[in-house]
């Protein structure tokens, strides 16, 4: 059965610091993997998949096949980067999404 | 990407009574899902909604429960029946479009007393 951890509930930085939230995964076939971000009051919505390789908002995440892991992330926090992180897994055959349990993200100014 | 309309946004209901939940998509879309949320939890599958066919159900959810129904691309609905208050959740739709990408709805909170 596929995986999807988030070891961390929250990560608190300040603006300006590096932030890294991690995701390990276990699954035993490719997995897509994405980060989605939940702002406040809004909904869930994609940051970044892996596929695509892209930096959205200042954001990155590569896959490590070695380590199961795709961590996320973003050399200077900014507070507008306060928000719910939740990294997830499709098997791509059958598209469907296993998420982690969330990283909440707090950037202090 | 698509736009999804969800109703309602929340909902207070009594106890061994049900609540349909609509999804409704600005454009025709092959697969539409319906999460649950615990509080203080992650997403979890409900069931895939098909269209013209049976919604595909993950374990530990059962029809009896989660009646859904896809009467076109675009519209699925999700009841929750017999509600205790262990169903207090909130209750998402997605679809899937291209890249294998998904968008989620605004939700659905719901409190059983």
């Known amino acids: 059965a596929q995986r999807v951890t988030q070891p961390e509930k929250l990560l608190s930085v300040f603006k300006g610091a590096p932030v890294e939230l991690k995701c390990n995964y276990s699954y035993s076939g490719s997995p897509e993997l994405f980060w989605y971000v939940q702002y406040s009051r809004q909904r869930l919505q994609l940051l970044l998949r892996h596929i695509s390789r892209e930096s959205i908002k200042g954001f990155t995440a590569d896959l490590n096949k070695g380590e199961t892991s795709f961590h996320l992330k973003k050399p200077f926090a900014q507070e507008e980067d306060s928000a719910m992180y939740y990294c997830a897994l499709s098997d791509s055959g059958y598209s469907t999404l296993t998420f982690g349990k969330g990283t909440m993200l707090l950037v202090s100014p | 990407s698509a736009v999804i309309s969800q109703k309602p946004s929340r909902d207070i209901c009594q106890r061994g009574t049900s609540l349909t939940i ?3 998509v600005d454009s025709q879309v092959t697969m539409m899902f319906w999460y649950r949320q615990q509080p203080g939890q ?11 066919s049976e919604a595909t159900y ?12 896809r009467p076109n691309l675009t519209f699925s609905t999700l ?5 205790s208050p262990e169903d207090s959740s909130i209750y998402l739709c997605s679809v899937r479009e291209f890249l294998n990408i998904q968008y989620f709805g605004a939700g659905t909170r719901l409190s059983v007393l």
């Open chain 2, 42 to 52: 992650s997403l979890t599958l409900i069931a895939t909604a098909n269209q013209g």
């Open chain 2, 22 to 24: 609509q999804c409704q």
């Open chain 2, 79 to 83: 009841t929750v029946s017999n509600m």
């Open chain 2, 58 to 69: 993950e374990s530990g959810f059962v029809i009896d429960k989660f009646p859904i129904s």
